[in-house]
């Protein structure tokens, strides 16, 4: 794949690009999202034949395709100086012969009534994710098809998914009498419907399909039948109805071979009986219940017809797909986990477990209910759905076992004790989990420019950032003269420790998850980790909060000034480079980024202020179990005790919490706010509000 920026005329452009290669042009104003959008064509893409051009300057890329500069297809910002990408767009309608393929982008949430009428195929919310990056190369995809049925003068079967009944004629050339609507509706041409081979480019903004055998040869990792359903099964959730073809296919694979085998593809899927293809492929279906009903389900509007050896969907007005399933990656990991540890699948209750971790990353886990049912295996269970969740599995392309391995090794090293143990660890990553989520589906990702290595380095440490805990603190290991406090001069013990435990164990056999990795990545992972880790010593707390708060108030202005500049864009006097220039001095650099991430980090380290009443509770009477045993020791040898470390009554414990809380949740969890709009302060400053209640209950008493 190849990359090219461009903000003068001519330059960027790569005038030997093979025929195959697909041309994909990048318009936006601002050069972070550029490199956001070609970071995401680059790393995260397997394909090899892309060559993206990035412009920042509209008029350029006007100048580019009315030159006759060939792309197939067009990302553009909705809100440019000068000239909006509608405008771009309209411009592009008027002069070019052949209409290409455009994707409007935007941080507005909903402009769709601006611009279904000029025939634009999507439109996606910035920062752009890898659910875009999918249907960006199925939309490639389905232009190749295209133009292959076009050279050999074939006929081509299109499914069109659009958004509704206004955009059709625009897009399709005609007339249609019914309504075409993704995800809730999806209408299906038939052969006498085909696309004509006059204009397939003017057809190109509907075109979604692909075949069978297409899906396999791409998703290299989904080689069974069992996992090709799962696929296309999140592919009808998107709204991508497969086509005869495709279903046919399916089915016969379902109905014929080994679903845990690799599949093998013959030139005839037509042997198999009908009525037997869609009759275990129901029944595979009801087997697994975070799908619900995957086929598509008959209503008064549509049916099924069977005819000859072969499943053909008709249209009868509307096909409604109702889809109750979770999204393929859950299932995917949950399958990952069985390979590595096939034995789990062995335990008691196997189905609650898969359940449970199948709401995974989200405020309804509960870690303790897990921990109950898979006891020692919780870490590594929690690890490896997180990792290949939210896609870090796959694009740090960490070998799974290794994974799997590293994290029983992490348990091993966890000691029994009431709070910092490997539950906490657990409890830690997921939080992490929930957190980088949050994250990315906010417009920090783009201001703060988090890579896949933030997000590694981010899990990574909440794995290992308590790695060996001993139970007691800082200051126990000091007064005690313990031979780690020895060993690291007294200064964040427990914190180098868990870093040099860490990385210790990388070095294992069969333990280095990042032996494939260059040394420029290793080492800037290597250091974010030691950064994040030691941030955990709440010695450091006041330290990185005071340094966190010019970052937030940075953040602020970064905003107002961009949103300024989209305010007074096309105005009489408009400047955009002096505005360009503002927002460059108010860009976040790397140690400010850093210092986001150590908040993250310590929120993750202290997750359960948000939890449930009753699972923060838990939490609490664990810590607190933990503090007085080191406060029973310490005054045993003569140390001195901090007031967290004694035993208290009610009231006092109460009072001590709408401390903690007034100290270092609720300030932390307004920064996170803050920085992503999450949910996590609310949560916070409920469980806060809690202990206020109990503790003017007890002085009542």
Known sequence: MTSKYSEVEGTGLDSHVEEDTYRVLVVDDDSTTLQHIEMLLTKKTQMNMVSVTCVADPQLAVNLLQSGTPFDLVLSDMYMPNITGLQMVEIMNSTMKHRTPVILMSCEMDISSTWKHLGIMHFMN?????????????????????KKNKSKNASVSCLVSMQNDDSCETLMGGNRDSSWTTLSHTSLLSDEES?????????????????????????????TPLDLMLHMTDMLRQGVVPSREEASSMFSLLSTQDLNLPCVFQEDYGDSDPDLVLGRARMLVGCFSPLGNALPRQTEQSQFLMEDSDLHWRQKNT?????????????????????????????PHWSSIEKILCTLPTRE??????????????LPCVGLVVFCVLGVLETSHLNVATLYAYMRRVTEEMPDNDYHNHVHVADV?????????????????????????????????????????????????????????????????????????????????NLNLFE??????YGYLRQLVITLVGATNMKKHFKIMTKVK???????????????????????????????????????TPPEKSLVLCVL?????????????????????????????????????????????????????????????QLFGIPLSSFWTRIVNSEWFEDVERNCKMWQQEAKAELKH
């Open 126 to 146: 910035k920062p752009l994710r890898v659910k875009d990056l999918h249907k960006i190369i199925e939309i490639l995809e389905a232009k190749r098809k295209l």
């Open 195 to 223: 696309c004509s081979e006059e204009g397939p480019d003017q057809d190109l903004n509907g075109v979604v399909g692909r075949s069978a055998v297409a899906l396999v040869s791409y998703w290299d990792q989904m080689s």
């Open 319 to 347: 096909l409604a797909l109702t889809l109750d399933c979770a999204t393929s990656s859950e299932h995917k990991a949950i399958d990952l986990l069985l390979q590595v540890d096939p034995d789990i699948s062995s335990l």
């Open 365 to 378: 886990f509960q870690v303790f209910e897990l921990e109950t049912l898979v006891g020692k295996r919780v």
């Open 429 to 509: 990553l997921h939080s992490t989990a929930l957190l980088i989520t949050q994250a990315q589906e906010s417009r920090a990702v783009i201001e703060l420019e988090l890579s896949d290595l933030d997000f590694l380095a981010l899990l990574f440490s909440a794995l290992v950032h308590d790695i060996g805990h001993p139970g007691v603190n800082n200051d126990f290991l000091q007064y005690s003269s313990h031979h780690l406090a020895i060993m690291y001069n007294d200064k964040s013990i427990l914190e180098m420790y868990h870093n040099s435990k860490a990385f210790q164990l990388l070095t294992e056999t």
């Open 516 to 521: 494939h990795f260059d040394k420029s990545d």
């Open 550 to 588: 010019g970052v937030v108030e940075k953040l602020g202005q970064l905003r107002e000034h961009k949103a300024r500049k989209v305010e007074r864009a096309g105005c009489k006097g408009f400047k955009p480079k002096w505005h360009d220039a503002v927002i460059a001095a108010h860009r976040i």
């Open 601 to 661: 980090i310590k929120l993750a380290d202290l997750g359960h202020l948000r939890a449930q009443g009753d699972v923060h509770r838990r939490w609490t009477n664990c810590l607190l179990q933990e503090c007085w045993k080191q406060g029973d020791q310490m005054r045993e040898k003569g140390y001195p005790v901090s007031p967290l470390f004694e035993r208290c009554t009610p009231v006092e414990l109460a009072n001590s919490q709408v401390g903690f809380f």
